[in-house]
C-alpha cells in the first residue's frame, strides 16, 4: 500500500511540473492544423493527371502525333495553359473563350466529371507537379 502510494504521489508530481510549466508538452497550433485540414492537396501527375489524360485525351492525341502527343507529360506540360481553358467546367481567367470551357475532350466518347475537370485545372494551376 506504501509503495502503491509513493508511485501515485511521484507520477502525480512529474505530471504537475510538466502541466503547470507548459514547457516540456509539445502544444498543435490548432489554428494550423485546421488550416491544413481545409487546404486539398494539389493533384499530382502521377497520382490523377496521368491517368484523366490517358481516360480522356490520347483517343486523340496519340503518341503518333509529335506535337500533341499526349503521352509524353512534356507535352502535355507544353500544351497546359490551353488544356486548362477547354477542359475546365467554367471561363478561366486568362482564357480568350477559343478553346471554350468543357470543350475538351472533344468528341463522343467519355467525358470527365465537372469535379475531375476542376482537379485537371487544379493540377495545372498548381504547377503540374509530378
Known sequence: MRTSLFLLLLASAACGSASSTGADLAT??????????????????????????????????????????????????????????????????????NPAPGQFPIGSGPQPTDAERTKLVQWIQGGLPM
Open 28 to 97: 498543435p497550433d490548432l489554428a494550423t492544423a485546421a488550416a491544413d485540414l481545409n487546404t486539398p492537396a494539389v493533384p499530382t501527375y502521377t497520382g490523377f493527371a496521368e491517368a484523366f489524360i490517358m481516360s480522356y485525351c490520347v483517343s486523340c492525341h496519340p503518341s503518333a502525333s509529335s506535337t500533341r502527343d499526349f503521352t509524353q507529360y512534356a507535352v502535355v506540360k507544353q500544351n497546359a495553359h490551353n488544356i486548362a481553358c477547354g477542359v475546365s467546367p467554367i471561363a478561366l481567367p486568362g482564357c480568350s473563350g
